[in-house]
């Protein structure tokens, strides 16, 4: 009877005596018969009993999770199975490198161009403020009716 | 002896006669004994038997492949087999996703620089360009001892 009242799900399934020391109803209540009825249409309550006795009691819950997980999947693609999902989210792994990778390039390309753009400014600064000077040779000329600066005129009779 | 001329892997492993229409021969040749071996102890033959009878014959062989590959991860790592495999596909996709969403917030913040950059571009022009007229109009302010420029004098006479 295992922990319960009732032959565990298994034990049910199976027509046998639910023995107290039963390796399937720690994990098969009898409430939930579906849950066994899968791993051993899947497995074989064969299998699944030798899988479960060569692993520690800790380890088993979790192995009986798994196995349930894979059992319902080859009930619902009995061609594919838990593969399917494999095959499916290696795909999206892969697609989802793809887009990253595209992306950290175009982030690659933006800083490059901020960085050259942080480069040339001291530069750009520099040009301007030559221009604003070009500006200011070209304003003095004015005051020279042959537009040939004063300046250069003094310096020539100073030399 | 299915299409070879020994028996199947399977009928050699279940000691058995292997007939003509064998339902494993195909997918089980004499010279891959472990291909079999392991589909029998995680799936047990007449699981796998059942399994191919209820498909098609052209799913038959991607049927098997799943069936071999589950049951290696379930040999590999028998607490959670392939179960394992797709838990840690899921984490990378989860892990993939951030990333990518985490770039993808990287390039709009880029993108909003360089528009804000595109759009404050013809101001800061604008801005230069009156700056040279400063430099032009400080210039031209030159010419006048008292520093107010002798064109608004011009003006001021003809007025």
Not at 40 to 60: C, T, Y
Not at 89 to 112: D, G, K, P, T
Not at 123 to 136: A, E, P
Request: charged share 20%; aromatic share 10%; glycine share 4%.
């Amino acid at each position: 009877m295992g922990a319960g009242s009732s032959p565990c799900a298994s034990c049910k399934l199976l027509r046998r005596r639910c023995a107290k020391d039963c390796i399937f109803a720690p994990y098969f209540p009898p409430d939930d018969p579906y849950k066994f009825a899968i791993v051993h249409k899947i497995f074989g309550a064969s299998n699944v009993s030798k899988m479960l006795q060569e692993l520690p009691l800790d380890q088993r819950p979790d192995a009986v999770n798994s196995m349930v997980y894979e059992a319902s999947a080859r009930m619902r693609d009995p061609v594919y199975g838990c593969v399917g999902a494999i095959t499916f989210l290696q795909n999206q792994v892969s697609r989802l490198e793809m887009q990253l990778a595209a992306a950290q390039a175009e982030i690659l390309s933006f800083q490059m161009q901020q960085q050259a753009a942080s480069a040339s400014f001291p530069m750009t600064q520099m040009n301007q403020y030559d221009q604003n000077l070009v500006f200011l040779s070209n304003a003095d000329s004015f005051n020279s009716v042959d537009g040939s600066p004063e300046v250069e005129d003094y310096c020539s009779l100073w030399s």
